[in-house]
């Protein structure tokens, strides 16, 4: 493979001091200046660029990100004069063949690149949104949608309904995804401390204020804040995070200077906000700024058919953490298609590993389930319809069908020849 490098350098483009490249894995090209670079990046797709930030000339700054908009993956190396960069071209020459075919070009030894490929595979693992019911390709649709944009957005859902894999997956969406994701649990931290944890506090602002913080929000600077239960931030410091919303700034504890912030709000929340600030106990004017784009994540109940593709997701992401790779029983599968989920996709989750953890076979049967589940799908339902009539036996009917298909609505519906509409209206009118 060969390694291609583009050198930024004036001088040494005409100079004799300009090293002698005899390495046949090196294709090396000569640019006097950074105007160059970007049709050089273009034409020669570099593994690295090595420039001069000569004093006096323009900031190489905007230079490089568009370098890395055409190629993301060239490496970019500056240098204050010529005999320093002339040197690291010598100190490259100098290296095994293979070393510098690994620092330049990336190439891994085979056991270094399955371990990269692991560690990306259980990244994406654990922040996957699994699922494709209309619910949640609803939300994809949403998330595609208000990803690149710098709006913010207010989830809503139940508690373990996946909100802050919703929030990530927006941040992982934007132009914002090489910046930080920084997670704040609202109700976890302490009422008297959230201001200092959220806005950073001075030296001396306070007992205990040995020196300066950041603070969360200043700390989340080109990236993405996601408050998680929001209803529960006191209504003094709903107050300052709407200015900080309005106007990307923040005022430490004890400090008179007021610093720009450049951040994305997500906030997420169980509870009714529309509801609270009728009671006073959240502030109008913050949830009308933070309603600007909502998301409701339904709970687990409300999407059965995608309790399959949980199920995988979490066999796979526990397998990519160590533990030993196992299947699911279709007994087992179909019974968790039966079950309420009072504790929606965190319960299941909890309920699998338990089950990966304790079963001694290579699948998971009904016995390792941690949870007690109902006979049969229509047994949760409330037996109001005459034993006679039609509705009774078209209730059967779809009982039936989603027992077979393991709660797929969507293949319910085929075996039953109807559209997914008519199953969900008939679902939600059957109580089913």
């Known amino acids: 493979m060969t390694a291609t490098i583009v050198i930024i350098d004036r001088a040494l483009h005409k100079n004799h001091r300009r090293p002698d490249f005899s390495a046949d894995d090196l294709n090396v090209v000569f640019a006097e200046c950074s105007s160059d670079v970007e049709k050089l990046v273009m034409a020669e797709k570099p593994d690295l660029v090595l420039a001069i930030q000569n004093e006096g000339t323009t900031s190489f700054g905007p230079v490089a990100e568009r370098m890395l908009k055409h190629r993301p993956s060239v490496k970019i190396m500056l240098f204050a004069n010529s005999d320093e960069l002339a040197k690291t071209l010598l100190t490259l020459l100098d290296l095994p063949s293979h070393h510098r075919k690994m620092l330049l070009t990336g190439a891994s030894p085979p056991h270094a690149a399955l371990q990269e490929m692991n560690q990306q595979s259980e990244q994406s ?91 969360l929000i200043r700390s989340s600077d080109g990236g993405t804040l996601f408050l998680d239960e929001i209803g529960e931030l006191p209504l003094a410091l709903q107050t300052k995070l709407l200015r900080t919303l309005q106007e990307k700034t923040v005022k430490p504890v004890g400090s008179s200077k007021i610093y720009p912030v450049d951040i994305r709000i997500i906030a997420a929340t169980n509870r009714n906000l529309a509801e609270a600030v009728t009671k006073g106990t959240f502030r109008q004017d913050l949830y009308y700024r933070l309603n600007t784009v909502t998301i409701y994540a339904p709970p687990l109940r409300e999407r059965l058919s995608d309790i399959p593709l949980l199920c995988g997701h979490f066999l796979k992401k526990m397998a990519s953490e160590g533990y030993p790779e196992k299947t699911i029983s279709s007994n087992a599968l179909s019974a968790l298609c039966r079950y309420e989920w009072p504790g929606n996709v965190r319960e299941l989750e909890n ?37 006679s009539s039609m509705a009774f036996h078209e ?27 008519t199953l969900y209206r008939r679902i939600k009118l059957y109580s089913i």
Do not use: W
């Not at 309904?161 to 649990?185: Q, W």
């Not at 959220?198 to 603070?215: C, E, I, P, V, W």
């Not at 304790?358 to 339902?381: A, K, V, W, Y």
């Not at 209730?395 to 319910?412: H, M, P, V």
């Open 395 to 421: 209730k059967e009917a779809i009982c039936k069908a989603l027992d077979q298909t393991t709660g797929n609505r969507r293949a319910a519906a085929r075996l039953l020849g109807i559209s997914e509409a």
């Open 351 to 387: 309920v699998i590993r338990n089950a990966v953890a304790l079963s001694s076979e290579s699948s998971i049967g009904l016995e390792d389930l941690s949870i007690s589940l109902p006979e049969n799908t229509c047994d949760r339902q409330h037996p109001t319809i005459a034993p």
């Open 125 to 215: 693992t654990s922040n996957y949104l699994a699922g494709n019911s209309p619910e949640i390709e609803k939300i994809k649709g949403i998330i595609s949608k208000i990803a690149p944009t710098t709006s913010t957005v207010l989830l809503q859902g139940e508690t373990g309904t996946g909100k802050e894999i919703i929030a990530r997956s927006i941040h992982d969406h934007s132009n914002r995804k090489k910046r930080v994701f920084m997670p704040v649990e609202c109700a976890a931290i302490n009422e008297s401390v959230i201001e200092s944890e959220l806005f950073g506090h001075t030296k001396g602002s306070f007992t205990g204020a040995d020196r300066n913080t950041l603070g």
